[in-house]
């Protein structure tokens, strides 16, 4: 445990940012947000109604071909800011612990992010979007279409989540 973890909490002892990469990732853009502040950002972009702006590097543009007929978009992004070293983590709404992939948390040993987003216009190498939960100037990393029938389970629970004990502390709504 270090010094700023809570009990329960694993760190590793190496920190996945410092390890060799592996998949050779490269960010194709930036995101454009009114947040400079962790703590100011929505907890799930989904209850976020601000308009964001997502800029697509020019060498990537003509992949945008097509996207504006979607009214939906997954977006992955890179979250920079987050630690990337704590695997067990104790969330301020829950007196239990829970690993990392069982979190929405963007600590994880790869910090990346996903919001479903609406699309409310393209232009040129520039989307603008509503539905956003980073910082300004978070790396992007993919784009996707949003395919109702496919990426929707209605009926999907997270068990953990309806035991948690503090549903009254920030937390998001899975
Ligand atoms: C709980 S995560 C959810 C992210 C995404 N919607 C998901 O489910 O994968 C959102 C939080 O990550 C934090 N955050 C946002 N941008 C970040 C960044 N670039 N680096 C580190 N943390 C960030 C903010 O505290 C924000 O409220």
């Given at each position: 445990m270090t010094d700023n973890s809570r009990p329960g909490e694993i760190v590793l002892?190496?920190?996945?940012?410092l390890l060799p990469p592996d998949a050779g990732l490269v960010y194709i853009g930036s995101i454009e947000t009114p947040w400079d502040d962790r703590h100011a950002?929505?907890?799930?972009?989904?209850?976020s109604n601000e308009i964001c702006t997502i800029h697509v590097d020019g060498r990537f543009?003509?992949?945008?071909?097509?996207?504006?007929?979607?009214s939906h978009l997954i977006i992955l992004y890179w979250?920079?800011?987050?630690?990337?070293?704590?695997?067990?983590q104790a969330p301020a709404f829950d007196s239990t612990t829970h690993g990392c992939f069982a979190l929405?948390?963007?600590?994880?040993?790869?910090p990346v992010s996903l919001s479903v987003v609406k699309l409310i216009s393209v232009d040129g190498a520039t989307l603008t979007v509503r539905g956003l939960d980073c910082l300004n100037g978070t790396p992007l990393i993919d784009i996707k279409p949003y395919f109702p029938a496919n990426?929707?389970?209605?009926?999907?629970?997270?068990g953990w989540h309806g035991r948690r004990t503090h549903p009254e502390r920030r937390s998001i709504d899975l």
């Amino acid at each position: 445990m270090t010094d700023n973890s809570r009990p329960g909490e694993i760190v590793l002892t190496e920190d996945p940012g410092l390890l060799p990469p592996d998949a050779g990732l490269v960010y194709i853009g930036s995101i454009e947000t009114p947040w400079d502040d962790r703590h100011a950002c929505p907890r799930s972009g989904g209850r976020s109604n601000e308009i964001c702006t997502i800029h697509v590097d020019g060498r990537f543009a003509e992949g945008l071909k097509s996207v504006e007929s979607c009214s939906h978009l997954i977006i992955l992004y890179w979250m920079h800011e987050a630690r990337r070293d704590l695997v067990v983590q104790a969330p301020a709404f829950d007196s239990t612990t829970h690993g990392c992939f069982a979190l929405r948390t963007p600590v994880r040993p790869n910090p990346v992010s996903l919001s479903v987003v609406k699309l409310i216009s393209v232009d040129g190498a520039t989307l603008t979007v509503r539905g956003l939960d980073c910082l300004n100037g978070t790396p992007l990393i993919d784009i996707k279409p949003y395919f109702p029938a496919n990426d929707s389970v209605p009926d999907a629970t997270v068990g953990w989540h309806g035991r948690r004990t503090h549903p009254e502390r920030r937390s998001i709504d899975l």
